[in-house]
Structure formats: C-alpha cells, structure tokens
C-alpha cells in the first residue's frame, strides 16, 4: 500500500510535457515542416481560387472573343488561345473541373478499397484469398489502361474514365486498409477488448478505424496526385472530360496543337497540374513524417 | 529449389490468366450498342445485319461465345478488327515491337540514371546531395508524363530542331532514322519510372543501412565499399526489385499516350483507335496481349525476388 | 600499428595494475545532434579494460550504456556524434583514427557482438560467405583456406556438423546458434578487447548459460579481454572483475564487483540491486525505485538520480555531483557519498522456511483445466503443404486454480505458456481439453451466458506499449469494458477514477494519451482496465518482461497489492524463474507444450524434481558474485516435438535419459511433497495418489 501511494508521488513530477494526441499533435508536428507548409497552402489557394471560380474570373470561360492566341494582358491576364477563350477564366474552370474528377476517382476507390479491406482482412479465410487474388490482378494492370479499357466498354467522358481509375487506385486501398487490419488486429488492445467481451463490430468501430485513418488520409493525398496527372492524361487523349467543358489535360491538348505559334498554352495547364500532384505528395510525405515514430525516442529505446 | 519454385509459380499464373480473359471477355458483353452494327457500319442493310451476327455467333449465349472465343485465342486467332478488317492478332504482331522497344528502352534508361541516383541518396541520407535530389525526384514524378512530351518536342523539335517531333521509320529501314523518332519518347517515358526506381532504392538503401547487420558488418572491419555495395545493396534492391517489374507493366500503360503524342505505331496507338472507333475485337486483343506481358514480367521478378531472398527460395 | 600490437601484448597478467590499460575511455561525451539542438546522451565517461580483464557495464534503457560501448568502436547510429574525450586503444587515441585506421582495427583488435544476433547476420549470405569475408578483411589468407579456418572457427563455437552448416544461411539457425556463429565472426582474427551488446538478451535462459559459458571459455583461451554490456546484474555478477554503473548518461559508480555488489556507493546501485527480484526474499515487499528513467529531453537538473533517491537532500536538486574516487576500488558520482552508509546484496542465498500451505480444497477450484491441447500447422511447409507435421503449443496439460490464488507458468520459449493463457482467455480455439470456470465447462456456455463468464476472467499482456490503444484516452481505455457492458456515464465516471485509483495513478491520468506514459505506468492503466470488470482472474502473460529492473519491482509489488485486497486470482506466465517465484504460490514449469512438474512455489524453486527444472534454475543466474559459479550447463536447444509423438519432449537434452524416456510418455507422479512430476525416474517413487 504505501509503496503504491509513494510511486504516485514520484509519478506526478516525471510527466512528460507533450501536447494532446491525435490530430491537434498531429498538425502541431506537420506545422514545423516548410515543404509540407508552402505545399498545404499552394493546394489551399488553388483549390479556393477553383471552387469561386464563377466569382472572381474575369471573363466567361465560354465566350469566344475576336482576339486569337493574344499574349497576356492587362485585359486577358494570360492571354487568349485559339479559339479566343480567356484563358486565365478557362483555367480556374479546368483545374475545378480536373480536382473534382480527381476527388470522384479517389472517393469512388477509397470508399471501395476500405471496405474490400476491412472484409479481407476482418473476415478472413475463404473471403481474404478470394478479394486478394482480384487485387493482385487488378493491381498487375496499369492503372491508365485499366481506365482506358472501362472508357472503352462504356464510352468517354468523365464520369466513366474516373470510374475506370477508381478501379486502378481500389487495390492500393483494398491492401492498406487489409494490411493495417491485420496488424492492428493483433495488437495487445484489441485481443484486451475481446476479453472483455467486445463483439466484431465494437472492435471495428473503436479500435480498427481509428487505427487506419491516418494512414489511410496519406494513401488519400498520394493518390490524389496521381489522379490528377492520370485525369490529366485521359482528358489529353480525349478520353475522359469532353467539350464544351475543359480540364487541365484538354487545355494542354488545345495548347498541343498551336505548338509552333506559342509555347504559352502547354505551359500554363502544365505548371498548374506539376504544381498540384508536387504539392498533394509533399503533403502526404508530410503527414507521414508527422506521424513518423522514427524520432529520437524510438532510437534511445533501440539504444538501450 | 529455384527450378521447383519456377515451376510452381508458372502453375499459379494459369488461373490467372484464365481470370484474365473472363474479364477481358465481358467487356465485350457489357459494351452498349450492338456489335454487329458497329463491325457493319451505319450503312448496313438488315440482311447485312444478320449475316454478321450469324458469322460471330452474336445469337449463341455469351458462355458458349466465350468458350468458342477463348478457343480461337488459345490458337493465336484474336477476331479481326472491325475498323481495319485485318487479323488482330497479325496487327499486334506487327505493332508489338515498336511499344516493346520504347519500354525497354526507356527502362535502361531509368535503371542507368535511377539506379545511381537512389544508390547515392541512400548511403548518405539527409545530406546536401540527398535533400537535392529529392526535390527532383519528386518533381520528376509529378511531372505529367504527356506534358514533359510536349515540353520535349517544343524544345528539340520545334525552338532547336534537332529531332522530328512525330513520327516513326522502322529500325530496319534507317536506324539513325529509328533512334531520332524513339529518343523523345523514351526518355518521356523514362524519367518517372527512373524517379521511381530512385526513391525506392533510397528508401531500401536508408532502412538497410540502419539495420543491425550492416551495423554488425562494419564491426568486423570491411570496408565502407564492401559494406554498402555488397551487404546493403543486396538487400535494398529486393523490394527494389519488385518496384522495377511493376514500372515495366506502367512503362507499357505510359506507352499508350506517348505513342499517341509521337504517333506511333505501337500497340497504345491501336488501342486508342480501337476505343475511339468501339473496335473490340482490337480491344480485346490489346488488353489481353499487355495484361499477359505484364503477368508474365511479374513472374519473372518474383522469380528474381527469390533468387535475391534465401528464405523464399528455400521455402 | 605494429609497434602498438607489440606493446599491448607485452602487458602480461591482467592483475598488473601498473601497465598501462588495453582500453582507456575517459571523459567520453556524446550528444545526439539535430538541425536546431544537441542532446547529451552520455557525458564524461571514463573507464579502463586491461588485457584479459572481463569488465560490465550496467544500466537500464536510456543510461547510454550501448551508446558508450558502441563510441569505442565507432559505430554510433546517424545522429549520435562523440563531442569530447579519448578513447585509448594500445596506445592510440581511436577519436582520432581516420576510416581506414579505423577499419583496421574493427574485427582485428576489436570484435563485437550484439543482442539480437539474428538480425545482425546479413540473410541474403550463407553464414561461410560472411565468415570468410571476416576472415578476408584483415589478411592475404587464400579463399580456400579462409573456408577451412571458418570451418573450424564454427566448430570453436560449438555448432554441430560445421562443414554443412556453413552453407546455411541466417534464417536457418535458432537464435542461439546464430549468436554463436556471431561469436565466431567477432573473434575470427584473434582480437584482444571483445565488446558484447547484451549478448543474451534475447535469448532463453538456458541458452543464455551456454553463450556465457562459450564466452568465457574463449576468453580463457585467448586471453581476449571482454567489455560486457547488460542491463542484467545477475549476468554481470556471473562473469565480470570490474563493473561500471550508469545512470542517464553518466557513471554512478565504478569498481570490482565484488567490492560494488557488497558495499555499493551510490544509492542507485543500492536501489537497483535491492529491486532485483533474485535478491529478494519471498514473501517480502520488493523494494522499488519510484518513479522512471528519465528521458534525454527532460533531464532533471542537479543530481540525475536525485528524484528518484531515497537519500537525496536539497542540493542534490541543484549541484550536478563530481566524479570522486574516495577510496581505491571506489569511484562514485555523488554528493553523499562520504556521509551514506549503504545496504549490498541482501542474503539472498537464505532458504526461507516452508510456507504453510493453506487447509487443501474443500472450495471448489476456480479454473479448471483438464488434458488441454492446442496444435498448430508451422507455416514454412510450402503452398501445397507437402511435409507438413502438426506440432503440439500445448499437449495434454491439467492443472487447477483455487479462488486468490496465483499459479506461475514457467518455461523458455515455445514452452507453449502463452499458448495456455490465450486458451484460458478463449483468444485461441482449443484443439482438445476443456476448461471449467467456476464450475462451468466453457465450451458449454453461448451467447450471453459465456460472455458474462468470459468477463470474470481478464488479461494483462506482455508489451506495455502494445496494450493500449494509442488513439484513446487513458480513461476510455479504462472505461472501455464498462461501455462494452453498458456501465452508465456517471457510474463509469466514478468507476474510471476509482480504478485509476487503485493501481497508484490520480485521476487526472484519464485525459492523458499513452504516448505520454511511461512503459510502468501504461501497464498500470492495463491492470486497472483488466480490474474493471471485477474478475476473478486475471492472466497475466509476461507482464513484466519489457519493464526496466527499477519499474518491474512495482509492478510486481502492485500485482501483489490488488491480490491482498480484492482476491483476484492469477495465472502468471513467465520466464523468469526467479519472478515467477516471487509472486507465485504455485508453479507449474513447462517444456515443449508440456507440463513437467507443478507443486508449491517453494518446492518447485528450492527442491526441484524434474531434471528440466533443475536445468533450468541451474541456469538461473545468482546476482551474488560470491555464489558459485555457472556448471554443469544443459545441452541443446528445444527441437520441434510433433504432436501424438511419444516419449519425454525434455529426453534429447536430459543427461538421465534411457531408452524408456525416448520411446514412452511419462505419466503423472505425485509425490509426498505434493509436487506432481511428469518423469519416469520417479516411475518407481510411491506416489501418495
């Protein structure tokens, strides 16, 4: 009895200083990094700029005027391309439309993965070997002509080549999420919490998609970037984004075309995308150090 | 024990590839619009109609029609194109080795610049060079590869002039004529698989130079380039292995859109033909041909994978 | 070079105190660097190891002895940079040696072995290609001849058939052959200092005895001196002359092990040596150290150890002590030193007097395990399981546990302990057996009915950092069974606190996150989420391995304390001998999914029966440096034994083996004593049944 009240005493005085867990530690950890910081806020600004689009361009991106391939500016800030668009207008419009597609394929493939890999890895058996063996197909497919293919079966546009690509980014997810179920899922806690008498879903709910978020919001990011060049590409061949509408990939394809009258109009949809996957990885890498346990205490520990 | 396991793998592949072409199968199945109209043409008559329904067994039920078509595959039949009419599988044939050449070539082109640049990364990381690096690698991967295309031809071919920007002359009708039409592409195709390969290595090479063995190899007094280019270098190229195999089967899928942007004759060309026009037999047998060369690919690297791994191997 | 060679082995006997010291390490310091700060990890460490001498340096996590034994060498992990001092090799400063100087030295004069050998033996190359390498590194030795040498050096070490083990690679060998094959790639060019790097560590008991035994045997042969670095005084004691003791990167004290165990001069040294479960008397409250080690980040100021000390007054919060050597054989970090009079080793070779065991059972037990078995499938057999044998995790095992009573479940490795604890808990699905709760067979009960048993039996795991949750507060973790039993939110609330309560830790602990716990402290917070349910008992499995010496003393004293007032039982899985003895009333020991011999915790420590048992606690080391001295080791290692095989699982390795042994399974003897044995020399004993 009296060694227990005289540990507590010396407890109270060694607790280490450390803010909160969770995502307040996180972000107080993702703050420190430069990279991942201009990464956070570049995304930020573009994202706004895209989503008020109909606010602040200055022109209607559909309104053909009489000055052609016209160099920037002070009333075309990036000048006009062939048709006479305005391109700074077309361009908040085409990164809206090229970050949405991005997110519909991401979204359609996250949701879809998580789910295949909570079942593979929960369930296990018969049903894990089954899913395991479609992914690993799935997966040995690129993910572009996977993308192709489905266009090719349901016709171009967007909403069929972001499905196409969902398919391609599902195993990725399906895989994570399995792997990280099954590791957490013979973690000391867990078995805890079924000795208590917890059932599947309690397990789930608490322990298990707590567990996988974070990596799971890195997976998120990373894919997002290659979506983006992906959508990018469809749209570049004609695949996936169809006129009147425009994306970042058609704009480069209009740009392709007036190659020798001006380099302005592949440069410009280019940069913005470069700049969009750079950003969406450093992000990611970002969280990942974030989260990273490979700090100085794991080393003194491996010391020891 | 390499032989067995080389045999055992192959085993495994056989359901795969049936898989396989069920999938490749159904898209046929699942396509809108009627494929006799789209074999025939809009002008077609009714009587032309059925009599194209009745040549491609359109009227049996799609069990019997895969079967039957599985059999004209199992021969190297693939159907004929309804855009060219000609024999799809002589259309692959000749169009196989001008996307195989570019892939190759651009993944020794990437093993040549990735494979030192993730080396030198790994054995320092955090320095000057690695940080540097880093920030090149990564924007070589965000880099679109059909944009850095166009960059390439707006560079070389229309402000310097010093390559066509399309185009393609077979090697064997002028070989410098070959190498000027392939050198764009392939180093389009090159610098994110070689970026990959890079940052693979540099994280196998920083987790395998922390581990306790290469600690312990350097306890025995070997030398720094004995440490790193035997003992840490083997053991990060394992998952770098696999990573290489998996950029080969991506290099055929970058093929699809440089082909398109260079205009060449490669099997990407013809499955972008073979969408726009809804020619699936040339689907079909696009699909079928790249999937199977990318099965096969993998096979190989598991098989290096455990030729590099004693514990698979001996499993 | 040459002419340091010559003189360092001219240096003659170990004990010549005048001639300079093979290794002479004074005032090292080193620091970890990062981009905007340094963190001292050691500082202003001096130590000498003459030739042939065996010296120890002991400490727990974070006392920098592995950063300090590694300094010597050169073989700091990135980050780690030495900032001050020498390190004196024959007669050079090895601070100063460039990398091809260096080279030279490492695996010539000085060799290294480390704790977790597998890992430490690269697995893409066959344990020849390394030993030859090794060999290769420092001379002209012809490939073939090299290969020849490592046949020999292989078999120096003890590895049966040399010349076909050398074409093996590291995965094929147990852990303790690889440390051996570690051994032999360390000293494959005579090297005259060896370092060891917890060298036992992570191995078993008796496999430990065996590498300690091969140590010092090639130390004796060679006249290599050997730096011992453990976290273990009994290992310490075992095999070292001098000893050094660290705290947070400092030296506490320094001197012979004779003179350090028996009259120690720093209060931490007392501590450390009155926490060690071996030192103490059953029955008696362990003393502890409170509080933990303290981490580089927050160091306290002032004295390092003063926050924990028994001794400490005020200044020793502000005055950070000199290293002082009062005496000869003393040196010591503390600013009582003159004034403090310090307790050694406790007698602890003292046989307590049988406890009286308590009237036998007219209550009914409360677990009840009868002829248990688990087998499982060994996954290496291949995709198409061609030579697959099912092997037995436990065979056959009976055993009961009456109401507040403990029961130690001890054995090595793959003894199958664990295995018992999972199918008491139903983590794992038996295979054959049953187990009675209460009076119930488990396997009976469904739904709700086996929930509710289920609940009164709870788990306390190994790895402190394992066990909780990292995205839950403390106090969700504790309150996590009462959700899962619908416990409303104010009785929830109190419980939380109420439990938090009881394993020493104040409410305010409920809003904390793990990370910010210390490893005791997290396994406190498990022990109060396995009280939450009011259990009868609670298996604990391995609840201590993975604490510092300083914190398993209260943990054990914590186990003991809720034992006194709730009357939960235990069933305590174990390793240690000497822990489970401590806490136990009864002790069953296992060996390859066997029970070989359970009976009162006093008889099973000080009279055991069965010739494992008796190897296993010859094999348990004493932390008196005056006991006598490691003999008659136990042969091999545990093989694989397939389930249904006949014969006694400990016959390949016991020296009393026959025919009989091999070929038929012991049957239970219970003998007057009340131990029950599974041997067939007590075959012949009347047995009370």
Redesign the interface.
């Known amino acids: 009895?009296q060694?227990?009240?005289?540990?507590?005493?010396?407890?109270?005085?060694?607790?280490?200083?450390?803010p909160?867990?969770?995502w307040r530690r996180l972000w107080s950890r993702y703050r420190r990094q430069r990279t991942a910081m201009v990464a956070l806020v570049t995304v930020l600004v573009i994202v706004l700029a895209a989503l008020l689009a109909p606010l602040i361009s200055p022109h209607d991106p559909t309104m053909v005027t009489s000055d052609f391939l016209s160099p920037p500016s002070s009333t075309y800030w990036l000048g006009t391309d062939a048709t006479g668009h305005d391109v700074f207008s077309r361009l908040l419009v085409g990164a809206r439309a090229s970050l949405l597609a991005s997110l519909l394929a991401v979204g359609l493939a996250a949701s879809g993965g998580t789910l295949i890999g909570l079942a593979s890895g929960w369930l296990g058996g018969f049903v894990d070997s089954l899913l395991m063996?479609?992914t690993?197909?799935v997966m040995?497919?690129?993910?572009?002509?996977m993308a192709?293919?489905v266009?090719?079966?349901?016709?171009?546009g967007v909403v069929n080549a972001m499905i196409g690509l969902s398919f391609a980014f599902m195993p990725g997810f399906a895989r994570l999420v399995r792997g990280q179920v099954l590791a957490v899922r013979e973690?000391?806690?867990?078995?805890?919490?079924?000795?208590?008498?917890?059932r599947g879903g309690?397990i789930v709910r608490?322990?298990i998609v707590?567990?996988i978020m974070s990596p799971l919001v890195v997976q998120i990011l990373m894919s997002l970037?290659f979506a983006l060049?992906a959508e990018?590409?469809l749209s570049?061949?004609g695949?996936s984004v169809q006129p009147p509408s425009t994306s970042l990939?058609s704009m480069?394809q209009d740009?392709?075309s007036t190659?020798?009258e001006t380099?302005r109009l592949?440069?410009i949809?280019?940069i913005v995308?470069?700049i969009l996957?750079?950003c969406f990885?450093?992000i990611a890498?970002g969280i990942r150090d974030a989260l990273g346990r490979h700090e100085?205490?794991a080393?003194?520990?491996t010391?020891? | 024990m390499m032989l067995r396991l080389a045999v055992r793998r192959l085993l495994a592949i056989i359901p795969l590839l049936l898989i396989l072409s069920i999938a490749t199968f159904a898209v046929s199945t699942i396509m809108p619009g009627d494929p006799s109209q789209a074999a025939a043409g809009d002008q077609a008559t009714p009587e032309q109609l059925q009599q194209i329904r009745d040549e491609m067994h359109l009227t049996d039920p799609a069990p019997v029609r895969y079967i039957h078509w599985l059999g004209g595959v199992l021969h190297g039949d693939l159907g004929v194109s309804f855009g060219s009419h000609r024999s799809v599988a002589a259309e692959i044939g000749r169009r196989f080795p001008v996307t195989a050449t570019l892939a190759l070539i651009s993944l020794l082109l990437a093993l040549l610049v990735g494979v030192p640049v993730g080396i030198a990364q790994g054995i320092k990381p955090g320095s000057r060079l690695d940080r540097g690096l880093l920030i090149a690698v990564s924007l070589a991967l965000s880099t679109p590869g059909f944009w850095l295309a166009t960059l390439l031809v707006l560079v070389f071919a229309v402000e310097l002039q010093w390559l066509p920007a399309v185009g393609y002359v077979a090697f064997t009708e002028s070989p410098v004529g070959w190498l000027q039409h392939i050198i764009l592409p392939a180093v389009t195709l090159a610098v994110a698989a070689g970026a990959e390969m890079a940052r693979q290595l540099r994280t196998g090479m920083v987790d395998v130079v922390q581990a306790d063995f290469v600690r312990a190899a350097r306890a025995r007094g070997l030398s720094a380039r004995r440490v790193m280019g035997k003992h840490a270098l083997k053991n990060a190229a394992m998952p770098a292995v696999t990573i290489v195999g998996l950029r080969v089967g991506y290099l055929f899928a970058g093929a699809v859109i440089i082909e398109q942007i260079f205009q060449l004759p490669g099997l990407g060309n013809y499955a972008l033909q073979a969408i726009q026009q809804r020619d699936y037999p040339a689907l079909q047998g696009v699909v079928l041909a790249v999937a199977t060369i990318i099965i096969v690919i993998n096979l190989i690297v598991d098989l290096t994978y455990a030729w590099l791994n004693p514990k698979v191997r001996m499993a | 070079m040459i002419t340091a060679a010559v003189s360092a082995a001219q240096l003659g006997t170990p004990a010549a105190g005048t001639a300079p010291p093979l290794l002479a390490v004074s005032g090292l310091c080193v620091d970890a660097v990062r981009r905007d700060s340094r963190l001292p990890l050691v500082e202003d460490v001096s130590l000498t190891v003459r030739s042939g001498q065996m010296v120890g340096l002991v400490g727990e996590s974070g006392s920098g002895k592995s950063v300090t034994a590694m300094s010597i060498v050169r073989l700091l992990p990135i980050g780690l940079r030495i900032t001050g001092g020498s390190v004196e090799f024959g007669g050079r400063d090895l601070t100063t040696l460039d990398s091809e100087q260096m080279r030279a030295v490492r695996g010539r004069e000085i060799g290294v072995i480390f704790q977790d050998p597998q890992n430490s033996l690269d697995p893409a190359f066959s344990v020849g290609n390394q030993l030859v390498e090794a060999i290769r590194a420092h001379t002209e030795m012809p490939a073939k001849q090299a290969h020849a040498r490592a046949v020999e050096l292989l078999d120096e070490v003890g590895i049966q058939n040399p010349k076909q083990r050398i074409e093996d690679f590291p995965h094929q060998f147990s852990g303790g052959m690889a440390q051996r094959v570690m051994i032999a790639l360390a000293i494959c060019n005579r090297p005259r200092l060896l370092i060891a790097d917890e060298p036992t560590t992570a191995l078993d008991v008796t496999v430990q005895a065996q590498i300690l035994e091969l140590l010092r045997r090639l130390q004796r042969e060679h006249g290599m001196a050997l730096l011992l670095v453990s976290h273990d005084l009994s290992v310490i004691a075992e095999m070292c002359d001098q000893v050094t003791v660290m705290y947070a990167g400092q030296i506490a004290e320094q001197g012979s092990v004779a003179r350090v165990f028996a009259h120690p001069a720093h209060p931490y040294t007392e501590a450390l040596l009155g926490a060690h479960p071996r030192g103490a008397v059953k029955g008696d409250t362990l003393l502890t150290i409170p509080g933990s080690v303290p981490s580089a980040e927050a160091m306290p100021g002032g004295c390092r150890f003063h926050p924990r000390c028994a001794y400490a007054v005020e200044t020793c919060a502000t005055t950070l002590p000199e290293i002082a050597a009062p005496a000869d054989d003393i040196v010591v970090r503390c600013l009582r030193h003159a004034e403090l009079s310090l307790a050694g080793l406790r007698e602890a070779a003292r046989v307590p007097p049988a406890p009286t065991p308590p009237p036998p059972g007219d209550a009914v037990p409360l677990l009840e395990v009868g002829r248990l078995r688990r087998n499982y499938t060994p996954r290496a057999g291949g995709r198409f399981g061609r030579g697959r044998t099912v092997v037995a995790a436990v065979d056959d095992v009976s055993f009961e546990i009456a109401p507040g009573e403990t029961l130690g479940l001890v054995g090595e490795s793959g003894a199958g302990k664990s295995t018992v604890g999972r199918l008491v808990l139903g983590l794992t699905p038996v295979t054959g057996g049953t187990v009675r709760f209460q009076g119930a067979d488990l396997s009976q009960l469904h739904g709700n009915a086996l929930r509710d048993a289920r609940a009164r039996i709870q788990v306390v795991f190994q790895n402190p950092y394992a066990s909780l949750d990292p995205t839950m507060t403390v106090g969700d973790s504790v309150g996590e069974p009462l959700d899962i039993h619908g416990v409303g939110r104010g009785e929830r609330e109190r419980r939380v606190d109420e439990l938090l309560d009881q394993v020493g830790l104040k409410p305010v602990y409920a809003r904390r996150y793990p990370h910010e716990l210390s490893g005791g402290q997290r396994q406190r917070v498990a022990i109060a989420r396995a009280l939450a349910l009011d259990p009868a008992l609670i298996v604990c499995d391995e609840p201590i391995s993975s604490l510092d010496v300083s914190t398993q003393a209260q943990v054990i004293n914590l186990f003991k304390d809720i034992q006194r007032r709730l009357g939960v039982a235990y069933l305590f899985v174990g390793h240690d001998l000497s822990v489970v003895y401590q806490i136990s009333d009864r002790i069953a020991v296992m060996y390859m999914g066997r029970v070989v011999e359970i009976g009162s915790a006093h008889e099973v420590y000080h009279h055991p029966k069965h010739p494992y048992t008796q190897a296993l606690l010859s094999a348990v080391l004493s932390i008196d440096p005056a006991h006598p001295k490691l003999g008659g080791v136990v042969k091999g290692e545990p093989s694989t034994h397939a389930a249904g095989q006949p014969g006694c699982p400990f016959a390949s390795r016991c020296a009393s083996a026959t025919e009989h042994c091999r070929t038929v399974t012991p049957e239970p003897a219970l003998l007057r004593d009340g131990t029950t044995v599974w041997c067939h020399l007590f075959d012949k004993q009347e047995s009370v049944a």
């Not at chain 1, 060694?3 to 450390?18: C, E, I, K, M, N």
């Not at chain 1, 040995?140 to 002509?145: E, I, Y």
């Not at chain 1, 266009?151 to 171009?156: E, M, T």
């Open positions: 009895m060694a227990v009240a005289l540990d507590r005493a010396a407890f109270d005085s060694d607790l280490p200083h450390q909160a867990h969770g063996r479609c690993d197909l040995a497919f690129p993910g572009l002509l192709m293919a266009v090719g079966a349901l016709g171009p973690e000391s806690y867990v078995e805890a919490s079924r000795v208590m008498g917890a309690w608490k322990h707590p567990n970037g060049l990018g590409a570049f061949l695949l990939g480069l740009g392709f190659i020798n380099a592949i440069l949809p280019g995308i470069t996957a750079t990885n450093a890498d100085l205490g080393l003194m520990e010391q020891a």
